[in-house]
Structure formats: C-alpha cells, structure tokens
C-alpha cells in the first residue's frame, strides 16, 4: 500500500500508517499525528505563502529513502513531494532500479515550498525534527540524498556534491547515497551523463547489500 503525504487512499482499508502501533504518548497513530503537525506548522515564514505542506510519498515500511531538498510549484499545489519535471526524472530512475512500490519513499527537507524555490537554509533548520521524526518512524535500511543541501543536512561531514556523489557513505550510523538532485540533470548533458552514471552505481550498491544481507 502506497500512502500519499501520509494519508491512505480512498478505500485503501484500515492499514496502519508508517510507523504505527504502540506509542508511549497514547497517540493512536503517530505517523498521522506528525503529518497533521506538519500541515499544520506556523513556525517559519514559510507557511504563509505556501498552499500545501508537503510531506511524503510512498510505502510504509520503506527499505531506500529520497531525500530531497524543498517542494517546488508542483510539488505545492498538490501537496506531495517530486511530482513535477525533477519527480519523473527521480520516478524513472526508480523504476531502473526495479525498486517495489512498497519498497521506497520520497520526502523533503523543507515541507514548504520557499519562494522563487530559493533553498532556505533558516527554514531548514526549523523543518530538520520533522526530518528525523519521519526516518525514526520509517526507519529505513538506506538514505538516498537528492542534492548539496540535502546531503549536509544528513552527512554535514561530506564533501561538495560532485566530489561525492554516487559513492556510498555512512553518517550518523546510516547508510547513506548521495546524487545530484534530479533538476540538475535536467540542466546540462554532463551533469545527465553524471545522473545516469552515479544511478547505476546505487543499483549496484543496493543490489550488493541485499546480497550481504541474505549471507
């Protein structure tokens, strides 16, 4: 089952939500009460130009994540994360790599969209909990890092992108993959070249940590 910003499609049944079950506050589901608090969010000036909060998209119980920087235009009018040029570009690379719907999931940084898609570092820093309050619930086997912001918000010991991209990495006790963000490939044929290359890399390092995993 697929969850859409968090929610559960119509008719859908009654699935838990990530990272539900026991919860120490009582709360019911707290994956539903993180994504209402999300929605929700005043704390940055970001909320008052934005038409949705963006939160999340994909399975449950994710084993790879997508971590990408801050919605764009689309991404805000529909409230979901990477679903414009930069979304197929990075739903096409999914699909190479043969990854299970249930398999993967897509998230943001910052939950609102900045103005001019300008990269807002004062509201990264307020939207940073959010982030890691979504992976302790998700909790997934390895981190995918879409762009320079994005990579030193998880690994902030990590080298400049192009120096590091499609090389495995472990910060903070995570597995961790960095690639340029999918709407720099979109931009020149050298950095396309790189998208495609580094792609490949991350199939092959995802395809050799199943195969360590089932020895």
């Known amino acids: 089952m697929r969850f859409q910003d968090g929610r559960r499609r119509a008719g859908a049944g009654t699935a838990a939500s ?15 009460a993180l994504r209402a608090e999300i ?32 919605p764009g235009a689309e991404e805000d009018r529909v409230g979901l994360p990477f679903v414009g040029r930069s979304g197929r570009r990075l739903d ?8 299970d719907a249930e398999a993967y999931g897509v998230l943001n940084l910052i939950k609102c969209r900045p103005p001019r898609n300008r990269f807002d570092p004062a509201a990264a820093r307020t939207c940073r909990p959010y982030l890691d309050r979504q ?17 030193a918000a998880l690994d902030p010991e990590a080298p400049r992108i192009l120096r ?5 990495r472990r910060s903070a006790g995570r597995e961790l ?14 950095l396309s070249r790189r998208w495609d290359h580094d792609l490949r ?13 089932a020895r």
């Open 92 to 99: 096409a690379a999914v699909a190479s790599l043969e990854l």
């Open 164 to 168: 590091c991209a499609g090389r495995p």
């Open 39 to 70: 929605v929700t969010c005043t704390k940055c000036p970001l909320h008052a130009s934005r038409t949705h909060a963006v939160v999340y998209r994909g399975g449950r119980n994710p084993r790879v994540v997508f971590v990408g920087e801050a």
């Open 135 to 151: 992976l302790d619930l998700l909790r997934p086997r390895f981190l995918v890092t879409l762009g320079a912001h994005a990579l």
């Open 177 to 190: 993959f960095p690639l340029i963000h999918p709407a720099a490939a979109l931009r020149s044929t050298a």
């Open 201 to 213: 890399a991350l199939d092959r390092w995802l395809s050799g940590a199943e195969r360590r995993g």
């Open 18 to 32: 990530p990272g539900s079950g026991p919860d120490p506050r009582g709360d019911a589901d707290p994956w539903e």
